[in-house]
Nanobody, 118 residues
Framework: QVQVVESGGGLVQAGGSLRLSCAAS????????MGWYRQTQRELVATINS????NYADSVKGRFTISRDNAKNTVFLQMNSLKPEDTGVYYC???????????????WGQGTQVTVSS
């Protein structure tokens, strides 16, 4: 099984910055894409694949940066120039294969709250 845990959310004023972290753990054979999604509708914020290629929602381009540490099975989201409309619960998604299964599945974290005050 694979576990996904996010951290780094909080309250910040508009124009400020936050850095989210997400660590995948467990019986991991391989990780493909990792990404961040927002709100209950799981709106895409940013993704990064195993080769380092990134994809961003238009609303965050130029302000957010996604990165990953493959050795630590961790993905980060650096959020700068935050706006009140960035407020929401941010969920980490990991597309991973576990030992014994070897097929890829999506695993979700529990979410971390980001609140941007005006």
């Amino acid at each position: 099984q694979v576990q996904v845990v996010e951290s780094g959310g909080g309250l910040v004023q508009a124009g400020g910055s936050l850095r989210l972290s997400c660590a995948a753990s467990g019986s991991i054979f391989s990780i493909n894409a990792m990404g961040w999604y927002r709100q209950t509708q799981r709106e895409l914020v940013a993704t990064i694949n195993s080769g380092g290629s990134t994809n961003y929602a238009d609303s965050v381009k130029g302000r957010f940066t996604i990165s990953r540490d493959n050795a630590k099975n961790t993905v980060f989201l650096q959020m700068n120039s935050l706006k009140p409309e960035d407020t929401g619960v941010y969920y980490c998604n990991v597309d991973a294969a576990a030992y014994g299964d070897y097929s890829y599945h999506n695993y979700w974290g529990q979410g971390t709250q980001v609140t941007v005050s005006s």
